[in-house]
């Protein structure tokens, strides 16, 4: 699954998107020999977005190696990396992202993050890029007949978040860790769903194929969200947005209350014969 932008802005820059089709037995993530299959002479980027929206895998330092193995052979594809939740991370090994696993690429990757995740700013609208300096200029051009700029204001905000006290980060973490175990087990012990754990973000993605095969009045996870809102007020996000029908993105970013009566309706509604 991807974040539902991506091919959009492809086929706005008049590219084709390719997507490669992951399994939640793959842990919703590509591998070198998926992605050689991918590649042709007209191929020209990888996005990589790690941890993911909306899966909340995170790619290991060894499998972007085997992912720039492949990368290598191909010069002419540059790559970006989407790090936005860098620093929402929890599994053991910790955050990396493809320069990280190979300093070789470094003459063609694009680097992408902002503060609207790990320091809750979504609503400052604050990003940013690095990478080679041909690009980065391309890109200023843009922005500069579009947008202009970000607001000061907001930039102002963000430089403080970056160079603050980075311990609210922390608090975060372990809160989003206590919903992310509770959201995880209460999802695989409700009856025809089931998900596997993240190792970052706040998103759980959620395998409901089983449900939709079980009702004979349902026929897509759009239907199930649907449902869901209609039924009990919850709403999850269609898989089909993130290119994966059949499941569901459950987002844990609200208080435990919240989710403990939002599991318990989608239990409810799951549990119906």
């Known amino acids: 699954p991807y974040w539902v932008s991506y091919p959009d802005m492809v086929i706005l820059a008049e590219a084709k998107p390719v997507i490669i089709e992951t399994t939640i037995e793959q842990q919703f993530k590509i591998n070198a020999d998926s992605l050689k299959q991918a590649i042709t002479d007209k191929t020209r980027m990888l996005v990589i977005n790690s941890p993911s929206n909306p899966s909340g895998v995170a790619y290991s330092k060894k499998e972007l190696e085997n992912i720039a193995e492949v990368l290598l052979d191909h010069p002419d594809i540059l790559v970006v990396t989407d790090d936005m939740y860098e620093h929402i991370i929890w599994n053991d090994e910790g955050f990396s992202n493809i320069l990280n696993a190979c300093s070789d690429l470094y003459g063609r990757c694009m680097v992408l993050n902002g503060v609207s995740k790990a320091y809750a700013m979504t609503g400052w609208r604050i990003g940013y890029a690095a990478g ?67 190792d970052g973000t706040f998103y759980s993605f959620v395998n409901i194929q089983p449900f939709i095969d079980s009702r004979s009045d349902l026929n897509s996870d759009v239907e199930v969200a649907n449902l869901l809102l209609d039924q009990v007020g919850v709403a999850l996000v269609p898989g089909s947005a993130f290119g994966s029908p059949g499941h569901m993105r459950l987002s844990f970013a609200t208080s435990m209350q919240n989710l403990h009566s939002a599991m318990e309706r989608i239990n409810q509604v799951f549990s119906e014969k």
């Open 132 to 198: 080679p300096e041909d690009i980065i200029k391309a890109m200023k051009k843009i922005q500069s007949q579009s947008t202009s700029n970000p607001c000061s204001i907001s930039q102002a905000a963000a430089i403080a978040a970056l160079d603050g006290d980075q311990s609210c980060i922390h608090t975060m973490l372990s809160a989003f860790k206590e919903r992310h175990d509770f959201v995880v087990n209460s999802v695989n012990a409700t009856p025809n769903m089931n998900c596997t754990p993240s």
